[in-house]
């Protein structure tokens, strides 16, 4: 157990619509991060946020938003969901924003685009 | 896109064995780190090597980093079956990218009774 916890832990969408994944990160850690993996592949960073604000992007389309909360929590926002956006969506919680910080993710959220 | 390549992709082996996998990778890093994932769930952090580092140790896992040949090797001794999963390296860059990190495609291990 990482105590990072992410809800839903599986979602089903039609292609068009928006999603909205959630994540709680450990307590303490004012660092999250978003990974996406698709099947038979390793987790591809999409963004991270420090103390509120975007610190870093991976590439990923504009249509892949975030938000971190004051209480360090976070959100994943997907518009305009594509097939290709099915997969498993990974939240990771650091104690600081540092160079050799090791992530604690949580058990992910499996997103299927229809 | 994948900075690293794990070899082998699929590796089978009867208990008790030793499991190697390698991994390379192309650019300049800070760190390396090997993370475990079961089932497609989340991933747990196993061990980080720092770039000036050669090896590490931690419990029945030693890792090896070779900068000059960008790769870096994960031993797990004596395996047990409850190390069926798959193994991940990721580096960390130099650049101030904080903690992003940038992730193999994965070694599947087996570990059979």
């Known amino acids: 157990e990482t105590g990072v916890t992410q809800s839903p832990t599986h979602l089903i969408k039609t292609r068009g619509q928006q999603v909205t994944l959630r994540c709680s990160s450990q307590s303490g850690h004012n660092t999250v991060s978003w990974y996406q993996q698709a099947l038979g592949q390793g987790p591809q960073f999409i963004f991270q946020y420090y103390r509120e604000e975007e610190n870093g992007r991976g590439n990923f389309p504009p249509r892949f938003s975030g938000l971190q909360f004051p209480n360090y929590s976070s959100e994943l926002n997907v518009n305009a969901l594509e097939l290709d956006d099915s997969a498993l969506y990974l939240c990771?919680?650091?104690?600081?924003?540092?160079?050799?910080?090791?992530?604690?993710f949580g058990s992910g959220t499996q997103l299927s685009v229809l | 896109s994948q900075q690293g390549e794990e070899d082998p992709q699929a590796l089978s082996i009867q208990e008790g064995e030793n499991a190697t996998m390698n991994c390379s990778y192309k650019?300049?890093?800070?760190?390396l780190q090997w993370y475990r994932q079961n089932s497609g769930r989340g991933l747990v952090h196993l061990i980080l090597?720092?770039?000036?580092?050669r090896e590490k140790h931690s419990g029945r896992l030693r890792v090896t980093l070779d900068t000059s040949k960008k790769s870096s090797s994960l031993l797990i001794t004596a395996s047990r079956a409850a190390d069926t999963a798959s193994y991940f390296c990721a580096t960390g860059e130099p650049t101030g990218g904080g903690n992003k990190l940038t992730f193999g495609t994965g070694t599947q291990l087996k570990v059979e009774l």
């Open positions: 090597i720092r770039s000036n580092e």
């Open positions: 990771a919680s650091s104690l600081a924003l540092g160079d050799s910080e090791k992530l604690f």
């Open positions: 650019t300049s890093i800070n760190n």
